[in-house]
Nanobody
Framework: QVQLVESGGGLVQAGGSLRLSCAASGRTFSSRAMGWFRQAPGKEREFVAV????????YYADSVKGRFTISRDNNKNTVYLQMNSLKPEDTAVYYCAAGIARSYSINSNEYNYWGQGTQVTVSS
């Protein structure tokens, strides 16, 4: 069992930055890939970024590549999403998710634990 709690969302102006955190409970955190997804109003949930179990491999959606950075601290059971150069189209509820396996996937079906989400709003 893994419980995930996101924090760090908020309101920011375009061009600003936010850092999301996702604290995990449970003993299997360090053996799982971790991902961030987001869902804007009226849209389907979409993949944002993923990091493998060790932190050695990451992958990003094209829409955030070069602006967002995913990282993890297995000693703290926490995964982070540093978001820079934010745009109004980044406005969404952001969810972290724990993967089924160590290797990463962009498919939400490969994640079996989800946080409650944190709202990110970027004003123009």
């Amino acid at each position: 069992q893994v419980q995930l709690v996101e924090s760090g969302g908020g309101l920011v102006q375009a061009g600003g930055s936010l850092r999301l955190s996702c604290a995990a409970s449970g003993r299997t955190f360090s053996s799982r890939a971790m991902g961030w997804f987001r869902q804007a109003p009226g849209k389907e949930r979409e993949f944002v970024a993923v990091i493998n179990w060790s932190g050695g491999s990451t992958y990003y959606a094209d829409s955030v590549k070069g602006r967002f950075t995913i990282s993890r601290d297995n000693n703290k059971n926490t995964v982070y999403l540093q978001m820079n150069s934010l745009k109004p189209e980044d406005t969404a509820v952001y969810y972290c998710a724990a993967g089924i396996a160590r290797s990463y996937s962009i498919n939400s079906n490969e994640y079996n634990y989800w946080g409650q989400g944190t709202q990110v709003t970027v004003s123009s």
